[in-house]
C-alpha cells in the first residue's frame, strides 16, 4: 500500500514511516517546512481542497501526526484553536481522502479519549477542551470519510524514544530535572506508556488492517514515581524519589488554575482539574507488556 504521512518530519511520524518501509510500503511525506526526508512541503491547516486531493492522488491511505497537544495555551478561549489544529485539518484531509478513493487512514490522538470513553463518570470533556477536541476529531472525521474510509484512532499515552533531531517535547524538563543535583518528587498515580516504536507499529497495523477501531497503545504501566526513577537513573544521576501528599498536588493545581484566570490565560488542560488526572492511575492493560526501559534510556541520553 502507499500512505501519505502528514506529519512525518515529527518524532512519531519517523517511526511509522520507519515502519511502513520496513514492511515494503511505500510512503510520501509531507511537513510544514522543509527537512531532510520530507516530500512535499505543506501546510495542510491552510491547503485548498484541490491541493489536497492532488495531494492524495494514487494513495491508498492518509495518516495524520500533527495537529495540537494538550500544552496548547494562549489568550483567550483556547477551544477555537483547538479545533483549528486539530478538527479542521483531519476533517479536510478525510474529505479529500475520500475523494481520492483512499481506503483507510489513522490519526495519531490522545489517550485522553480512551478514558472519556471507558470513564465518562471522571467528566474529562467536560473539564478539558483539549480533551473535547479529540473527542470531535474523531467523530466529526469519522462522519466526513463515511463507511467506506475507515479511521483507526491511534490513542497515544506518554512516549519514549528519540528520532532523528527530535525528542519528545513533554521530556525535555523532565530530563533538565533528573540530570541536575535538584531532589525528586512525585505524586501517587501513574500513567500508561510506550516507545515511539511501538506507536509506529500499532499505527501501521492499523492502517494494513484498515480497522477503522480506536486503538490506545501501550507497552507498559508506570507510576509517576517509578518513572522519574527509571529517568534518574537512565540519566546517570539515580536517587530516592520523594512522595508528594494528594493535598499538596490538589492546591499547587488549584493554585496554577486561579493564576490562569488571573492572568487570562486558558490551556488544553483546564490546570484546576489536573489533579484529576495526575493523583489517579491513567493505565490500560497491554496486548502484549514490553519493558521501556530501552526508550526511557534514549530519551534521557539524547
Not at 3 to 30: D, F, K, M, N, Y
Not at 262 to 275: A, Q, R, S, W
Request: aromatic fraction near 6%; proline fraction near 7%; charge should be neutral.
Amino acid at each position: 500500500m502507499k500512505i501519505l504521512v502528514v506529519g512525518g518530519s515529527g518524532l512519531l511520524g519517523h517511526h511509522v514511516l520507519e515502519q511502513l518501509r520496513l514492511r515494503g510500503h511505500e510512503a510520501t511525506t509531507v511537513a510544514r517546512t522543509p527537512r531532510e526526508g520530507v516530500d512535499r512541503v505543506l501546510d495542510v491547516t491552510t491547503a485548498s481542497e484541490e491541493e489536497l486531493r492532488e495531494l492524495l492522488a494514487g494513495h491508498d491511505g492518509v495518516m495524520f501526526a500533527g495537529g495540537m497537544d494538550d500544552r496548547a495555551v494562549g489568550k483567550g478561549p483556547v477551544a477555537p484553536r483547538l479545533y483549528e489544529g486539530n478538527v479542521a485539518p483531519v476533517v479536510a484531509l478525510l474529505r479529500a481522502a475520500r475523494a481520492a478513493g483512499c481506503t483507510r487512514a489513522a490519526v495519531l490522538a490522545s489517550y485522553y479519549t480512551y478514558f472519556d470513553r471507558v470513564h465518562p463518570e471522571w467528566g474529562l470533556a467536560a473539564k478539558h477542551p483539549y480533551v473535547r477536541s479529540r473527542n470531535e476529531q474523531a467523530r466529526i472525521g469519522r462522519e466526513t470519510a463515511g463507511p467506506d474510509l475507515p479511521v483507526a484512532i491511534i490513542e497515544v499515552p506518554f512516549v519514549f524514544g528519540v528520532a532523528p533531531g527530535r525528542v519528545p517535547e513533554w521530556s525535555v524538563p523532565l530530563v533538565k530535572w533528573v540530570r541536575s543535583s535538584s531532589p525528586l518528587f512525585a505524586p501517587a498515580g501513574g500513567s500508561a506508556a510506550t516507545s515511539a516504536r511501538g506507536v509506529g507499529i500499532v499505527t501501521v497495523e492499523a492502517l494494513e488492517d484498515a480497522s477503522g477501531a480506536d486503538i490506545p497503545v501501550v507497552e507498559e504501566n508506570l507510576h509517576w514515581k517509578d518513572m522519574i526513577t527509571r529517568m534518574a537513573g537512565a540519566a546517570g544521576r539515580p536517587r530516592a524519589v520523594r512522595t508528594i501528599p494528594a493535598a499538596v498536588v490538589t492546591a499547587m493545581f488549584r493554585l496554577g488554575g486561579l493564576v490562569n484566570r488571573v492572568t487570562g490565560k486558558h490551556p488544553g488542560l483546564t490546570i484546576e482539574h489536573l489533579d484529576g488526572l495526575f493523583l489517579r492511575e491513567l493505565f490500560v492493560e497491554p496486548p502484549v507488556p514490553r519493558s521501556v526501559d530501552e526508550a526511557i534510556r534514549e530519551t534521557a541520553k539524547a
